[in-house]
């Protein structure tokens, strides 16, 4: 793929070409194997509450950077869907698959070559498991309508053969490549200074809370194979979103996310609030005695209950009612969360990509207010954070989508991965706790990359 555009600019097809997409009902098709015949660029998504999607090639792209990154990319995307010509079923239509950098100026060097500020791929094959069915969708701009059904069809055959043809060697999900080393960009002692730093900041009233966050290089005896890491991450983190945008073939972002940034359906936003962690307990006692610590904590319910104040506030000016459930404990494979729930109404039509922008970063990874917490982000981070805890997911013609936190995630190219985590620091922080508490965030991903 060519590189992202600078300065705003929009990579996109011309105005006026026309969208033709066609989908085909399938037989039930492992995504796995389906996404490890694609080549780049390639995407997957699930969640807990919806559609399965793998992808590959291109069929548009659209991509924009700076402040103005997610209005631009929402133009570019309204001036492609303008012409759309699509005949399927809504589950499996076309949708355009990415995300965007954390920070507005964010520059794509390694590890994050390929990573734009805002980068969109709708795909050229699209695989849809939804509903207990399966469907494969062909799209293409410009093209004659007979073509791309032609097209469908011959894909549709070659992967029903591929199924019919395959062993056991093509359907096993190969274990992890195995790690060599892992490098820390922070030391403890590095961390204690920056953490001291920030609760300063905030006992002199700059602040409320930053979150800040380590990233961890690692080396691997081979080379990642995306589709079997999202498997077995599938296997291990069934209530996460999954994710992987793989723009070239020289760097894949992936991961399993708790926190859903947005969705939104007609004119309902769901959201989530989720902040304040605790390891699990290797008994059921001692995990209840762990579930029982958070919710007695007053500093992470503290923390907790700022993230929710700001997503109500920021969700007000769009939005009529805003309904925020009763906390509670979400419980996953190596940690659990102080969790809220929270939906609101729409009082005019909108579209995902503006509640995204009003929602980002939202507390639980930057921090309050948020323009001094981004910059003390910027003042202490000795690494790019590039999508990590970024807005990641899709949007379809309606302007309907869900976007999730890119949290738990690593980017990858070769025999090299950089993991990220972080954590919420407010005035009564331990930097020792947080430090500990950042390494337990690493484990999702990492127990991937591990053999055995």
Known sequence: MESPPRDGQVSAEPTGSALVSRASKLPDCDPRPFLAGR?????????????????????????????????????????????????????????????????????????????????????RTQLTRANGETWLTVSARDADPEAVERELAEVREALTESREKATDADTRNYGPPGVVSTTSTTTREEWAEQVSAAVSRIEAGDLRKVVLAQALAVELAAEVSIPDALARLGESYPDCFRFCFEPTPHGAFFGATPERLATLRGRTVETDALAGSVGRGDTPEEDAELEASIEESEKMAHEHELVVETIRDQLGPVSGEVRVADRRVRKLATIQHLWTPIEADLTDDGHVLSIVEALHPTPAVGGLPPEKALQTILDTESFDRGWYASPVGWFDADGDGTFAVGLRSAVTSGTSATLFAGNGIIADSDPDEEYEEVQLKYRPILDELENE
């Open 39 to 123: 080549d780049a660029p390639r995407i997957y998504w699930t969640s807990p509450y919806g559609p399965e999607f793998a992808g590959g090639g291109t069929a548009a792209r659209v991509a924009a950077d700076g402040a103005d990154r997610f209005e631009t990319v929402r133009e570019a995307a309204d001036e492609l869907f303008d012409g759309l010509d699509y005949d399927g079923p809504r589950a499996a239509r076309p949708r355009l698959f990415g995300g965007f950098a954390f920070h507005a100026d964010h520059d794509p060097a390694p590890p994050w070559q390929g990573f734009g500020g805002g980068e969109f791929v709708l795909p």
